[in-house]
T-cell receptor, first 113, second 109 residues
């Protein structure tokens, strides 16, 4: 059974650029959630995908978008990067939506300069 | 909107002793799930314990237990026989969507 893997582990982008972060969910999981964790803070929910459909969204602007693929892997896309987008981005997969244990990846550290 | 509050930014405990981390939340829902997650320096979040709101019995996982007070909207985590490996950030979470700001726990030898 493979765990949740995220790529890349670290990334540096320039303000105004676009970035794509990737997440491979744990085998058998059909739900992926994305979080932004600023330094010293708790994770902030961005959105969740369940069986390829967006299933809930936090308080993030439309320039944060995502996809879930038939194999349940997922991408987080951020357009027009801002300095405040610098954070650790966490992906979590689960079997089911809101009530089951989520398994987290190790995150992607994004730095916007 | 649901909010989760962890009022203790940092705590420390001696090895083998017991420590309790506090969490309160706000919701108008009656059926939900609460979680405690641990985030060590390696960054990977690990589930510690889960509580279903419709169950009155407090959840227990080995040295970890919760005190769930639904009416008071309180969900504290008790760690017994603290070990050095328990040193980490601990986050309380309401369902999958709302996390507290975390408590940094240091276990001292």
């Amino acid at each position: 059974e493979t765990g949740v893997t995220q790529s890349p582990t670290h990334l540096i982008k320039t303000r105004g650029q676009q970035v794509t972060l990737r997440c491979s969910s744990q085998s058998g999981h059909n739900t992926v959630s994305w979080y932004q964790q600023a330094l010293g803070q708790g994770p902030q929910f961005i959105f969740q995908y369940y069986r390829e459909e967006e299933n809930g969204r936090g308080n993030f602007p439309p320039r944060f978008s995502g996809l879930q693929f038939p194999n349940y892997s997922s991408e987080l896309n951020v357009n027009a990067l801002e300095l405040d987008d610098s954070a650790l981005y966490l992906c979590a997969s689960s079997l089911g939506q809101w009530n089951t244990e989520a398994f987290f990846g190790q995150g992607t550290r994004l730095t916007v300069v | 909107a649901q909010t989760v509050t962890q009022s203790q930014p940092e705590m420390s405990v001696q090895e083998a002793e017991t420590v309790t981390l506090s969490c309160t939340y706000d919701t108008s829902e009656s059926n939900y799930y609460l979680f405690w997650y641990k985030q060590p320096p390696s960054r990977q979040m690990i589930l510690v314990i889960r509580q279903e709101a419709y169950k009155q019995q407090n959840a227990t996982e080995n040295r970890f237990s919760v005190n769930f007070q639904k009416a008071a909207k309180s969900f504290s985590l008790k760690i017994s026989d603290s070990q050095l490996g328990d040193t980490a950030m601990y986050f309380c979470a309401f369902i999958a969507t709302r996390f507290g700001a975390g408590t940094r726990l240091t276990v001292k030898p």
